[in-house]
């Protein structure tokens, strides 16, 4: 399994402004990604977080709206840049952890960060 | 591209059993997953399957079908603590190892 902390877990901020979450395990993991849940709605993927290169984004969301960094196995963060009220939502880190010698993946995600744009 | 379904919404009475379909449509299948999601709280992994057959864990189970685009996730012994959003989630091959998530089935467990 894997220990995953989310900061900041909650925030209120003004339109125009922007916040970096950030995400750090415990342990060090090939694949972390970041994910959205709108009220009331199921999670949907920002984009893969890849350690030394570009992060692979999903449509519907690009890197200036979203820049996110992974400077190493075990840390990444995501911005949420020039925010407004529709930005309103959980963002959610996850990370994907092979069990030793089986073909079995979990993926495991942080407690979430609650974002409020006002 | 992928396609998931689940009920939306389900009950079931304390100590029962519940079965929680999920169907799904995709171009290369890669794995399943269930999730536990309560409100206001990030979601729990409950299960994998990637080969057909039953997974068991406890009181949960989880199913798959590949052939025919199926799975479902079997609550036993139900508990008033079971209430949550159940999410079905598919990953893709070459999709680089994300998952795409169903909408959820809201499962409320009754006295």
């Known amino acids: 399994s894997a220990v995953i902390s989310q900061k900041p877990s909650r925030d209120i901020c003004q339109r125009g402004t922007s916040l970096t979450i950030q995400c750090q395990v415990d342990?060090?993991?090939?694949?972390m990604f970041w994910y959205r849940q709108q009220p009331g709605q199921s999670l949907t993927l920002i984009a893969t977080a890849n350690q030394g290169s570009e992060a692979t984004y999903e449509s519907g969301f690009v890197i200036d709206k979203f820049p996110i960094s992974r400077p190493n196995l075990t840390f990444s963060t995501l911005t949420v840049s020039n925010m407004s009220p529709e930005d309103s939502s959980i963002y959610l880190c996850?990370?994907?952890?092979?069990?030793?010698?089986?073909?079995?993946?979990?993926?495991?995600f942080g407690p979430g960060t609650r974002l409020t744009v006002t | 591209g992928q396609n998931i379904d689940q009920p939306t919404e389900m009950t079931a009475t304390e100590g029962a059993i519940v079965q929680i379909n999920c169907t799904y449509q995709t171009s290369g299948f890669n794995g399943l997953f269930w999730y536990q999601q309560h409100a206001g709280e990030a979601p729990t992994f409950l299960s994998y399957?990637?080969?057909?057959g039953l997974e068991e864990k406890g009181r949960f189970s989880s199913f798959l079908s590949r052939s025919k685009g199926y799975s479902y996730l079997l609550l036993k012994e139900l508990q008033m603590k079971d209430s949550a959003s159940y999410l079905c989630a598919v990953r893709e091959r070459g999709g680089g190892n994300k998952l795409t998530f169903g909408t959820g089935t809201q499962l409320k467990v009754e006295l």
């Open positions: 399957n990637v080969l057909d």
């Open positions: 342990s060090q993991v090939t694949m």
């Open positions: 996850s990370v994907e952890v092979r069990t030793s010698g089986t073909r079995s993946y979990e993926q495991y």
